[in-house]
């Protein structure tokens, strides 16, 4: 069975940085890679909203406009590990961070993803 742990989450002020994992585990051997990867995040009272994946293919990565040219998605395939890295944070960048796979490209849609991580805070103050 799929299973998903985030980390890295903590507070920070406004202009830091974090770096996000999230462990990947009950894939069967070799198939962690053929999975879409992605970030989500979500703040008291909004709905979850995407924040960074990667392109079908996995060549390129797609961000949300809000964290473009400060956030960096990646990914270690041999140790089945998904990464965020997170640059000049905003109080806006606050809320939990949740990583989530698909068997198929997902883009940022929350929809279209099949398993969780039970996520880690990020809390940016100003």
């Known amino acids: 069975q799929v299973q998903l742990v985030e980390s890295g989450g903590g507070s920070v002020q406004a202009g830091g940085s974090l770096r996000l994992s999230c462990a990947a585990s009950?894939?069967?051997?070799?198939?962690?890679?053929?999975?879409?990867m992605a970030w989500f995040r979500q703040a008291p009272g909004k709905e979850r909203e995407g924040v960074a994946t990667?392109?079908?293919?996995?060549?390129?990565?797609i961000y949300a406009d809000s964290v473009k040219g400060r956030f960096t998605i990646s990914r270690d395939n041999a140790k089945n590990m998904l990464y965020l890295q997170m640059n000049s944070l905003r109080s806006e960048d606050t809320g939990m961070y949740y990583c989530?796979?698909?068997?198929?490209?997902?883009?940022?849609?929350?929809?279209?993803?099949?398993?969780w991580g039970q996520g880690t805070q990020v809390t940016v103050s100003s």
């Open positions: 989530a796979a698909s068997r198929a490209f997902g883009g940022l849609d929350t929809a279209r993803y099949n398993y």
């Open positions: 009950g894939f069967t051997s070799g198939t962690y890679s053929k999975y879409y």
């Open positions: 990667f392109s079908p293919g996995g060549s390129s990565t």
